[in-house]
Nanobody
Framework: VQLQAFGGGLVQAGGSLRLSCAAS????????MGWFRQVPGKEREFVAV????????WYSDSVLGRFTISRDNAKNAAYLQMHGLEPDDTAVYYC????????????????????????WGQGTQVTVSS
């Protein structure tokens, strides 16, 4: 299994970026896809998750209304569209895949728990300048 996240970069506050995650080696629709982010010295933070079929999405309070998670199951890809970026959004962003056969996605404490995700991408840096 391989997840490859890309699309990060440097953007000014208020700007937008679209992150992509390309997946291979797994039955993509059988996995919920999540995005997490991490700042040096801090724990990895949940950002958003989308169900395997793409019909359900959840977001952290800090990005709700600004970020949109989506997926294209025909392309084995997941995306994170980010608008209204703020300096506090600066982090390394990781995509992750979690087994869709379980019901953990519907429990808030579980879907935001990185231990529920089985596979991880390498991360892409997002830097927002003020």
């Amino acid at each position: 299994v391989q997840l490859q996240a890309f699309g990060g970069g440097l953007v000014q506050a208020g700007g937008s970026l679209r992150l992509s995650c390309a997946a291979s080696g797994l039955t993509f629709t059988s996995y919920h896809m999540g995005w997490f982010r991490q700042v040096p010295g801090k724990e990895r933070e949940f950002v958003a998750v989308i169900s395997g079929a793409g019909g359900s999405t959840w977001y952290s309070d800090s990005v709700l209304g600004r970020f949109t998670i989506s997926r294209d199951n025909a392309k084995n890809a997941a995306y994170l569209q980010m608008h209204g970026l703020e300096p506090d959004d600066t982090a390394v962003y990781y995509c992750a895949a979690g087994d869709g056969s379980r019901h953990w996605l519907y429990r808030p404490n579980d879907r935001s728990n990185e231990r529920r995700y089985d596979y991880w991408g390498q991360g892409t840096q997002v830097t927002v300048s003020s």
